[in-house]
């Protein structure tokens, strides 16, 4: 009942920015794919602003860009999606956060979705500072929130994993 809810490009043809793919797999905690899984995603446009009304900085709104989609697993746990890379945005304290997207994970047996985020592998500078990554406090986990850019080519690896060896670090919001 959610085909036709989702969005798998939200980088239009007009959109500013590098045009990027992310995609990857929701894996349980046997590392077996979950093949029902739903992945929200939104995000701040390349300039590094948000397509909301309270997003009040003094950036251009890309008027072709939503910053908001939803893509279902395939029976592989496999996703995709098509967006621009963001900018970066103003975190607490006066800091910048890194570039990141903002994921939000539906899937069956979870009485409550999740919350984690995508990070930039080419973005290493930035993701040393950024405030939010430095409050997962076993650094070690920290890399299952980067997405590896595939070399010479705009696409980005990142998978889910549930539980377990290379659990995914997910957020309380």
Known sequence: GLVPLSVNDIAKDAS??????????VLDGEGQPVPD??????????????AHPEDTQDKPLDGKFTGF??????????YSFTTVKPG????PGNTLQAPHIVICLFMRGMLKHLYTR???????????ND????VIEDAA???????????????????IRMQGEGETVFFDC
């Open 16 to 25: 500013k920015g590098e045009k990027i793919v992310i995609s990857g797999r």
């Open 37 to 50: 899984a739903l992945v929200e995603f939104w995000q701040a446009n390349a300039a590094g602003k948000y």
């Open 69 to 78: 989609g939803r893509v279902p697993t395939d029976k592989e746990g496999r």
């Open 88 to 91: 970066a945005v103003p975190g």
């Open 118 to 128: 995508i990070y930039f592998s080419d973005e290493a500078a930035a993701n040393a």
């Open 131 to 134: 405030p939010v990554l430095g």
């Open 141 to 159: 986990r920290r890399p299952t929130l980067i997405a590896d850019r595939a070399a010479g080519k705009a696409e980005y690896r990142w998978d």
